[in-house]
């Protein structure tokens, strides 16, 4: 180990050290309990002087009668000329307990001003008591002149101790400062140094950096566990599973295979007994990445077994408590990171590494492990973990029954969602309720969340503007969709959002972006339209008019709900005062103005907002070209409309089931069964899948013109092709679905909605309309290609010219 002080000096270090194991460990930053004793440049033994001055003036700070004690502090120093460090020692101790770093300064510049050589002990105390005071500057400046006294040798618990202060209170530049400080005074580091680094390093979230002290503090130690654990707890910090599964397996390594002396200080904190010899001032830390280097390999007492990408080691010897503790810890650490990135499978494999090591999980364990599977494969596995812990009369973490409600309510799983909120005992988050109500809001079940309200307020537990968001969502709107407002329903919804803001109000909550486009959305839903415009110059008011991603959403709530209430004038009015007062478009903004000129049949108007899309950037949509068609279809000019199709589809606009069906709808009306056909063999084409309006709108033409026959065969052809789209069904796929089709039982028609349920609302239409078809008499095929209809829609199209759409 290279030297980094004088022979006498690095001697005097060890002799200290030795002193602190044979004392029963250290103090925080590295100093020993047994600090009664420090060894001067003289090398002869100094014993603090315990008067009774030096006692009436801990006495009156104990008691905080200070000005008492300032008083006591300058009659102890004029009333006698023959003071020594050790005279201070017990006041600056009793400082640096309570603290009180204001006295210190009073103290130290007596001292100084006496004359008096301050010993190690002293920098100490008055450092620790002006770093736990949040006095960090006065604690920089002592520092700086530490090495001026001859007395100040090895001052590197001062400096760990200072480091300390600065990770608490997140004190980066200062930390900085120290750092150089220690460079220039060529102090060394120690494992408390780079326990202190890891912190401060992972405060600014710099993984680089975690990885160069890895990189330096293995060159010159031989890792303890202590270490190995906070290197694990930097590294799933900052989500390097990697390097912390790799770290996790040295540390199972090293306490298999040979004894780790682990004790506690006084404190209740971990250390190691080790003779913990300073490494070398090699200049500052890079901060360069550097990857995790494999320790020197040697003979382990231990059988392995290897189990998918991980070590199993079978430990022939137990472990002791504080090991144990530590290992444990370093397992749960990994495993949470394991659900930070939904890693589940490395989860499983920790897991049976633990059991074979002989650790027993914990509820951290499991909380850890529940949050990493049940992200990936869903609430039912987590029950099941859950069924483990119950065997083994483990009590889950309420953050374990949060994440399964707030997974349940992802799942539409409300009754199992409920039933773990009632589990949670202490709740403090309104997170996993927020999910219920989301949940709600969903499925269209406001009934359900007053219900969950309710309990909210009986648990005291204060809602976050997200709960806000959500409860204007859902309660916002009266009528079922579809409806329009009237006096009732909007008189109704007036009420309910200012009930809601009121209790907004109540916990000093304002409008969020999203809260208020969700009120915009109902007052344009029932009609409103003056509210809408006063809520838009409140949101003017609210959100700066150069901040986009608040404002223009706003905007575009209020153009959208205005061209639905056929309000176009206002639209146009609302959109260039947008404009003038320099909020920016954005692409759905002019898809909305599009769309209003689709209302008035403006052609000429639509063209200038795509002109004005593609100046600021914007290239035209599907929804883009919907509104084009809409336009053009109004006048009943298919023709014109099938060209601006092929146009569209020719620079590259991805076409989608809602724009084909646009021209269905109105083919459909006119009576216009060639464009029906061809539109739909062009889906089939581009690989659009049907969907029930597309069946509709071809059923109805067939039917209006009298070609039964055709319209069952064509609803028979689209309705496989929702289930199948472009691929043929496999033969077993074909018999379980034919069973559910063709059988006579009511739980048949019951298995067939399920999928509903499961918002697979495509797949129950199409079931439902096979069997309609089959109950009429119409067997159903699984091959829509050999369909006498589907054949003749292709051919027709492969014989027009534009058959390129």
């Known amino acids: ?235 799933t910090e900052l989500r390097d599973l990697q390097s912390a599964y790799t770290t996790l397996q040295h540390m199972v390594s090293l306490v298999v295979r040979e004894n780790s002396y682990i004790s506690r200080t006084a404190e209740g904190r971990f250390c190691d007994l080790r003779l913990d010899i300073p490494a070398p001032s090699t200049g500052n830390l890079s901060f360069i990445d550097a990857s995790l280097n494999t320790e020197g390999s040697t003979s382990f007492d231990l059988e392995r077994q290897s189990i998918g990408s991980i070590e199993i080691s079978t430990v022939k010897k137990p472990l002791s408590a504080s090991v144990t503790k530590l290992l444990r810890w370093s397992f749960n650490d990994v495993m949470h990171a394991c659900a930070k990135v939904q890693n589940c499978d490395l989860a499983e494999q920790l897991m049976l590494q633990m059991q074979t090591l002989g650790l027993q999980p914990s509820g951290s364990t499991y909380d850890g492990f529940i949050r990493a599977i049940v992200t990936a494969r869903g609430f039912s596995d987590g029950v099941e973990v859950l069924k483990v812990m119950q065997e083994k009369n483990i009590k889950p973490h309420d953050s374990t029954l949060a994440v399964l409600a707030v997974i349940c309510s992802r799942e539409l799983q409300l009754d199992r969602a409920e039933a773990f909120l009632d589990e949670i005992a202490e709740i403090r988050s309104p ?160 898809n909305i103005m599009i769309d209003r000129c689709s209302i008035i049949g403006c052609f000429r108007s639509a063209l200038a907002l795509i002109s004005m899309m593609l100046r600021n950037g914007f290239n035209p949509q599907a929804v883009t070209l919907t509104g084009l068609l809409k336009i053009l279809l109004r006048s009943e000019d298919f023709d014109g409309s099938l060209k601006l199709l092929k146009q569209g589809i020719s620079e590259g606009i991805q076409v989608d089931v809602l724009l084909y069906n646009t021209i269905l709808q109105v083919a459909s009306e006119k009576g216009r069964i060639d464009v029906i056909e061809l539109i739909v063999e062009q889906m089939h084409v581009h690989g659009v899948l049907p969907d029930p309006s597309t069946c509709r709108h071809v059923f109805a033409a067939y039917v209006d013109h009298g070609f039964y026959n055709t319209a069952m065969e064509a609803l028979q052809v689209l309705s496989v092709r929702m289930i199948a789209g472009c691929d043929n069904i496999e033969d077993d796929k074909q018999t379980e679905l034919e069973n559910l089709i063709l059988g006579e039982d009511l739980e048949d028609e019951s298995q067939i909605l399920e999928p509903f349920k499961d918002s697979k609302e495509y797949l129950t239409v199409a079931l439902l309309q096979l069997r309609w078809c089959a109950i009429l008499g119409y067997p159903v095929s699984w091959s829509p290609s050999e369909s006498q209809w589907a054949r003749r829609l292709s051919n027709n199209l492969a014989s027009m010219s534009g058959s390129s759409l």
């Open 431 to 590: 997170r996993p309720y927020n999910a219920f109500l989301e949940a709600c809001d969903v499925l269209d079940q406001p009934e359900r969340a007053v219900q969950i309200l309710a309990k909210m307020k009986k648990l005291n537990l204060q809602p976050n503007i997200r709960t806000y968001e959500l409860l204007f969502s859902l309660f916002g709107n009266v009528n079922a969709p579809y409806e329009e407002g009237n006096m009732l329903s909007q008189a109704d919804v007036a009420k309910r959002i200012n009930a809601i803001e009121m209790d907004m109000m109540k916990y000093g909550l304002q409008h969020s972006h999203l809260s208020l486009k969700n009120v915009l959305k109902a007052l344009g839903t029932e009609g409103m339209i003056k509210e809408l415009i006063q809520y838009l110059h409140a949101a003017e008011n609210r959100f700066s008019r150069y901040d986009t991603y608040m404002i223009t959403p706003v905007y575009n709530t209020v153009l959208h709900s205005l061209v639905e209430a056929k309000e176009s004038q206002m639209a146009t009015q609302i959109f260039k005062s947008m404009v003038s007062s320099g909020v920016p478009p954005d692409a759905a903004t002019y």
């Open 1 to 235: 180990m290279p030297k980094l002080l004088s022979k006498v000096r690095a001697s005097s270090i060890v002799q200290t050290l030795l002193n602190d194991i044979r004392n029963g460990g250290k103090e925080i930053g590295g100093f020993s309990q047994a600090m009664r004793t420090f060894t001067t440049s003289s090398g002869h033994v100094e014993e603090p002087v315990s008067g009774l001055g030096q006692k009436q003036i801990v006495d009156a700070l104990v008691f905080g009668e200070r000005s008492r004690a300032v008083s006591l502090l300058y009659d102890f120093s004029l009333g006698n000329n023959k003071l020594s460090a050790s005279d201070f020692a017990s006041i600056l101790q009793t400082c640096a307990r309570l603290p009180d770093p204001l006295f210190v300064m009073e103290t130290w510049k007596i001292m100084e001003e006496k004359g008096i050589n301050i010993s190690a002990k002293c920098y100490f105390l008055a450092v620790r008591a002006l770093c736990k005071g949040g006095y960090l500057k006065e604690a920089l400046s002592l520092m700086s002149i530490m090495e001026e006294n001859p007395n100040s040798y090895s001052m590197l618990p001062v400096y760990n101790n200072f480091l300390v202060a600065c990770s608490e209170t997140h004190a980066v530049d200062y930390a900085n400062e120290c750092m150089g400080l220690m460079e220039h005074q060529m102090v060394g580091k120690n494992e408390i140094t780079y326990a202190q680094l890891l912190k401060l390093a992972v405060l600014q979230q710099n993984l680089s950096a975690v990885h160069e002290i890895w990189k330096e503090c293995s060159k010159y130690y031989s890792l303890s566990v202590i270490s190995l654990r906070k290197f694990i707890w930097s590294f």
